[in-house]
């Protein structure tokens, strides 16, 4: 079997201003998408709590990036193993690669260990004065320095959006017959798509314990979620195997989120109507992009029960899209797909109108920084 080599989709930005403009770029769209998660709440998409917890994970994504600026910002000037860039997959994603949050997980493991070994910022800034007025020359290994101080400092504050971000169990309400309702909550960095993505699952405990208090068979749960968050993997498939693995656990409703991919002509490689639209857009740098969000959701439409000879064990059933014919394809009960972008790139879309955009919601960024919804 061959393997498929995924560094073919991957670019280095290796010139200073475009790496610039990239991170500004995502550092617009991630102040975005909590205003398009609270248009979704008013309409009813999203409840409080969700929209609560996918803008902490928005968050998160936005001191990711914020730290890789603060790494890389110097780094391309530097000579030999100092010389870095980032490196982000430019087809289906527009995100860094996986390999940039591991090394960056690395880094953080060590950060208390490397801010003591190095210099304080008002220190290497009294340096880069002293270099400047007494030298009259650029420090540019001093600002390297500075650059990768900050960047520590950033990483031992933490609230950064990790590989795995690991499950969370928040109650909901207590039910009668003893069971208690939780929302649990975590999300990956797919290695595979590289984007992120975020997972919201509802279920009922019957178990004699608490979940989250069971310390046992709560460790048992996350190490499952985690290993079964895989975006080859159906909605239907994860929350049933949840309900057959855990007698004690019945799963009510998942939901996945793909923040992205991210699509931007000066930074990635994309085909069909999307490029046509951000050819003929001819945006500013700042509005060259459009960013996909997918919601997949399967629901438990009902209980069946297994009576075996000293016990019954309750089963879900869950429903999958029963008006597009596709349920059994997508394995869940709705998938909803949107489009966050600016005015320009939105209006060549609309004119254009093709075909396969035409279901899909639009969440459009006006001047002001305002999201209206179409479709």
Known sequence: MTEIDLTRDHKVLNDDLAAR???????????????????MESEGSLSRPDTTILSGYVGAISATFRALSVKYLIAGRME????????????????????????????????????EGMASAEGLKDEMIRQIVGDR????????????????????AGGMFWPQMHPVAQWLADLP?????????????????????????ELEDSGRRALPLDQGRWAEVQAHLLAQSVGGLKPVTIARGV???????????????HLGPMYSSAFTLQTGPIREVLDEAKSPSGDDWALAWTLEEVESGGVEVDKGWF??????????????????????????RSLILPQRPFQVL?????????????FVVGREGRVVVYG
């Open 311 to 336: 016990s019954s064990t309750e089963r879900e059933v869950f429903t999958l899209d029963p008006f597009s014919g596709r349920g059994a394809d997508t394995g869940a009960t709705r998938v909803q």
């Open 350 to 362: 609309a004119e254009k109108d093709p075909e396969g955009f035409r279901d899909m919601r639009k």
């Open 21 to 39: 403009r990239y991170f500004a770029k995502f550092d617009r769209i991630t102040r975005l998408l909590t205003s398009v998660a609270a248009e």
């Open 243 to 257: 309900d057959v693995d855990f007698s004690d656990l019945h799963p009510k409703r998942l939901r996945r989120v």
């Open 80 to 115: 030999g193993l100092l010389a870095r860039h980032l490196t982000i997959d430019l087809h289906e994603s527009g995100f860094p690669i996986y390999q940039e949050l591991v090394r960056m997980a690395n880094d953080a493991a060590q950060a208390a260990r490397h801010l």
């Open 137 to 156: 020359s650029i420090p540019t290994k001093l600002q390297y320095a500075l650059s990768q101080r900050l960047y520590f400092e950033l990483l031992a």
């Open 177 to 201: 017959g003893g069971r208690r309702r939780y929302l649990l909550h975590w999300a990956v960095y797919d290695s595979q798509l590289n984007v992120p993505v975020v997972y919201l699952l």
